[in-house]
């Protein structure tokens, strides 16, 4: 049973940084896609970010390219999302993601392995 837990959320301030986890169990996704949506208060699920070929390419949304970034860590299977220069519009619950084929994936459809989320709140 594949199982992905999220973690690293919390309150932060206006452009602080924060990181945070998605341990995988129950497969590797080393060879397939790994992602992280978010969902704001009352908005509809947006993709952030996603990687695939064991870490050697990545894709963002607009909104977050530039001051995020993502990576994997292949021998602890766990992708994380650094975020940085955290605004108030990145407050929500922040989901990850998998998909075991190797696609250049950004909509919600195109994964098969979801997370609890965790939430993050940016303070102004």
């Known amino acids: 049973q594949v199982q992905l837990h999220e973690s690293g959320g919390g309150l932060v301030q206006v452009g602080d940084s924060l990181r945070l986890s998605c341990a995988c169990s129950g497969r590797t996704f080393s060879t397939g896609t790994m992602g992280w949506f978010r969902q704001a208060p009352g908005a509809e699920r947006e993709f952030v970010a996603a990687?695939?070929?064991?870490?050697?390419?990545?894709w963002y949304g607009n909104s977050v390219k530039d001051r995020f970034h993502i990576s994997l860590d292949n021998s602890k299977n766990t992708i994380y999302l650094e975020m940085n220069t955290l605004k108030p519009e990145d407050t929500g619950v922040y989901y990850c993601a998998g998909n075991p084929r190797p696609i250049h994936a950004r909509r919600e459809s195109e994964y098969d392995y979801w997370g609890q989320g965790t939430r993050v709140t940016v303070s102004s």
């Open positions: 990687i695939w070929e064991g870490g050697e390419v990545d």
